[in-house]
């Protein structure tokens, strides 16, 4: 059994439920649908919408439920991997993107975005991954100039999540020349100029569609940026923390679901005679995975409590996502090797999970990228190596 998870109260179980009962019933069947034609459907969107699920935080003057407890986001997410599929970014739609319009956004911005946010009809993407920057945001090279009543946007993004099915994209772009000078902006899709390029094939993850996108000569409003012009980096620091809790939970979510659907496969699968799940060895490595996945629980969960109160660092984030993203890693390769070449095969969800899993030490941050966060917090920066 899993080990107890203190931090959630009862109403969380019973939202819990709630999501369970939707989700087995009227979402679990369209995985394969959303798995062929490259994402969900507009309408998945706007059920999600429909429940109060979306932006949680968001207040009642813009149709939501203004509930400001991540325990629910995380709930909602563990409930989404389990019965649909990792790849519905709602996740990226409420808690990625949502929170800067929650932060940054003016009274007559939120009136204008977030009603559509709410309800569903608006699906929000965030636009900052260049084609030769990766992790590194301040060396960004799209570009918006300062026109008087506009900014004129030029440049182009890549691994866009939502992208094809996105209506709002929060864009990251230079605003002068001296490096880390970033604003943020919110650009439609039916912009002028707006164009979306490909819609990217990848390893994993067909439910979620990436694209790629362009702005040539898009005339962005005045009234569509979000706070001030040069400070989008700190903007952006500012929500990592958040961001890469929200990608531990998706994480950690997808790799216990990993190791219920090996743990059961383990049980029933019958090799010389005995269960696969009598030999030692399996015995061994499903111990080993249950520590791992209650200790890092655990830990999460911590995390998660400390974003609530506003206290969680950027180097306990950090961790939170390196843990999690490296503990999904081996948990979907060990239970894949064990349902051996059953595994291989599409046909069994380990094998989809596998390829769905790598991407998670690369996104929101790589791996790497997170061990320097920690490191740095520790005082070991680069003057302290030399």
């Known amino acids: 059994m899993p080990f107890p998870r203190t931090h959630l109260e009862p109403e969380h179980e019973m939202f819990r439920d709630q999501v369970r009962r939707y989700l087995k019933a009227h979402m679990q069947a369209k995985v394969p649908h959303w798995r062929t034609q490259g994402h969900v459907d507009r309408e998945d969107f706007t059920a999600f919408g429909a429940n109060g699920w979306l932006c949680l935080w968001a207040g009642e003057e813009y149709g939501g439920p203004a509930i400001r407890d991540i325990r629910y986001d995380q709930v909602l997410q563990e409930e989404t991997i389990r019965w649909t599929d990792i790849g519905f970014f709602h996740n990226a739609h409420s808690m990625l993107v949502g929170p800067y319009l929650d932060r940054f956004a003016t009274s007559e911005q939120k009136a204008r975005f977030l009603p559509g946010a709410v309800s569903g009809e608006t699906i929000m993407a965030i636009a900052m991954t260049e084609p030769d920057t990766g992790s590194d945001l301040a060396a960004i090279r799209t570009r918006a100039e300062d026109r008087g009543d506009h900014y004129l946007l030029n440049g182009s993004k890549t691994y ?9 994209f929060v864009v990251a772009a230079r605003t002068g020349e001296k490096r880390g000078r970033i604003g943020l902006f919110v650009v439609m899709a039916g912009m002028e100029g707006f164009s979306l390029g490909r819609h990217l094939k990848k390893m994993g993850l067909p439910v979620q569609d990436t694209a790629e996108i362009r702005f040539d000569d898009v005339r962005v409003p005045k009234e569509n940026l979000l706070g001030d012009p040069g400070m989008g980096f700190a903007y952006m620091a500012e ?20 190791f219920d ?3 059961e496969f383990v049980k029933e699968r019958r090799a010389f005679g005995k269960p696969v799940g009598a030999f030692q060895n399996t015995r061994f490595v499903m111990a080993d995975l249950r520590a791992r996945l209650d200790a890092a629980q655990a830990y999460l969960d911590q995390c998660v409590v400390l974003a609530n109160d506003e206290r969680l660092t950027p180097e306990d984030a950090a961790a939170a996502k390196l843990l999690c993203s490296e503990v999904q890693g081996d948990v979907v390769d060990a239970g894949l090797q064990l349902h051996g070449g059953a595994g291989y095969m599409d046909e069994y969800e380990i094998s989809h999970m596998f390829r769905d899993a790598r991407i998670a030490r690369i996104y929101a941050g790589t791996s790497e990228i997170m061990k320097e966060i920690i490191g740095r917090g520790l005082g070991l920066g680069d003057r302290d190596l030399t």
């Not at 866009?160 to 709002?168: C, E, F, R």
């Not at 929500?239 to 790799?255: F, N, P, Q």
């Open 261 to 263: 659907i090996t743990l």
């Open 160 to 168: 866009i999540s939502n992208g094809v099915i996105g209506d709002l």
């Open 239 to 258: 929500c990592l923390a958040v961001e890469r809790t929200m990608s531990a939970i998706s994480s950690l979510s997808h790799a216990q679901a990993a």
